[in-house]
């Protein structure tokens, strides 16, 4: 095997690929996070929330210049901490805003994987 032609990445051809999570390259990693919902305090589901949502805010804070539309991505994520703070949130718009932020920064992973964190504590604890 000629080692020039080693692939360090996937190659799909004639199908589809479809993982919960992958990890590519050299040192790469990929984790899933998973929620024993039933078993945690409602304080604890919504401080589970809000630490993913601070991990978001960190993550843009650090990787905005990397964005085509960092404003729109923060006005957005604002959106979201603001309906998380009420006393009773609207899912739908929570999972609305962050599906649009979720398409938008798809290009810059650390963010990417912080919004979908966000949205999988959502989703499960809410």
């Given at each position: 095997?000629?080692?020039?032609?080693?692939?360090?990445?996937?190659?799909?051809?004639?199908?589809?690929?479809?993982?919960?999570?992958?990890?590519?390259?050299?040192?790469?990693?990929?984790?899933?996070?998973?929620?024993?919902?039933?078993?945690?305090?409602?304080?604890?589901?919504?401080?589970?929330?809000?630490?993913?949502?601070?991990?978001?805010?960190?993550?843009?804070?650090?990787?905005?210049?990397?964005?085509?539309?960092?404003?729109?991505?923060?006005?957005?994520?604002?959106?979201?901490?603001?309906?998380?703070?009420?006393d009773k949130p609207n899912k739908l718009t929570i999972t609305?805003?962050?599906?649009?932020?979720?398409?938008?920064?798809?290009?810059?992973?650390?963010?990417?994987?912080?919004?979908?964190?966000?949205?999988?504590?959502?989703?499960?604890?809410?």
């Amino acid at each position: 095997m000629d080692t020039s032609d080693t692939n360090k990445g996937i190659q799909v051809s004639g199908g589809t690929f479809n993982a919960d999570n992958v990890a590519v390259g050299d040192s790469a990693k990929a984790y899933k996070t998973v929620y024993a919902a039933d078993k945690m305090s409602e304080q604890e589901k919504w401080q589970e929330i809000h630490e993913k949502l601070d991990e978001l805010e960190k993550a843009l804070n650090a990787h905005a210049a990397s964005l085509n539309n960092p404003d729109e991505v923060r006005s957005s994520t604002a959106v979201v901490a603001e309906e998380l703070s009420k006393d009773k949130p609207n899912k739908l718009t929570i999972t609305s805003v962050l599906n649009g932020i979720a398409d938008s920064v798809k290009s810059v992973t650390v963010i990417a994987v912080a919004v979908e964190a966000l949205r999988n504590a959502i989703t499960i604890l809410m």
